[in-house]
């Protein structure tokens, strides 16, 4: 099964967690700066990921990139979705760029998968909860990086 991760970040953590995700799934990871319609489209599984900036929205380089996703052909493509965010800084806002990729690849078509539970978490309110599960893996790397590890393994052997 081929895999695409599709990251945007500024810092370094989401690009790690791409990485990390890419390694143990022997996918490709691409940053969304030089991603292509054929990355969103040329494989059997795409796993898009943001950090949430500030009080909940996409990574800068996602926005600036945003139109990328929206002329690929996503109709019953299987997309999983992570998120990274600081649930105790940005309580009401957590992972809420995973809610605003998660509503543009439904638009498209996509069929999302990868749900994941709210607990184990502390925060408010998130657009990433949908139906009580968030729409994807959602990771605290301020405050729990050490959960990381084990949330990534179990995310994905749901996904393949």
């Given amino acids: 099964m081929s895999i695409t991760v599709i990251f945007g970040s500024d810092g370094g ?14 996918g490709r990871s691409v940053d969304i700066k030089d991603a292509t319609t054929d990355d969103f489209e040329n494989c059997h599984l795409l796993i898009l990921g943001s950090p949430t900036y500030g009080d909940g929205t996409l990574q800068t380089d996602w926005e600036e990139n945003i139109d990328k996703l929206r002329g690929a052909n996503l109709k019953g493509k ?6 990274t965010g600081d649930q105790q800084t940005y309580p009401l806002s957590f992972v809420d760029a995973m809610g605003i990729l998660y509503d543009e690849v439904s638009a498209l078509g996509a069929q999302v998968i ?10 408010v309110g998130s657009t990433a909860e949908r139906d ?18 084990k949330r990534v393994t179990a995310w994905l052997s749901q996904l393949i």
Avoid: H, N
């Avoid at 953590?13 to 022997?26: D, E, F, H, M, N």
């Avoid at 990868?114 to 925060?123: L, M, P």
């Avoid at 009580?132 to 990381?148: H, I, P, R, W, Y």
């Fill in 13 to 26: 953590a989401t690009k790690g967690v791409a990485s990390k995700i890419s390694k143990k799934c022997q």
């Fill in 78 to 83: 299987k997309v999983a979705l992570f998120g």
């Fill in 114 to 123: 990868g749900f994941t539970e709210t607990a184990g978490y502390d925060y």
């Fill in 132 to 149: 009580g599960k968030f729409v994807g893996l959602a990771l605290d790397q301020d405050t729990q990086s050490g959960m990381t590890e």
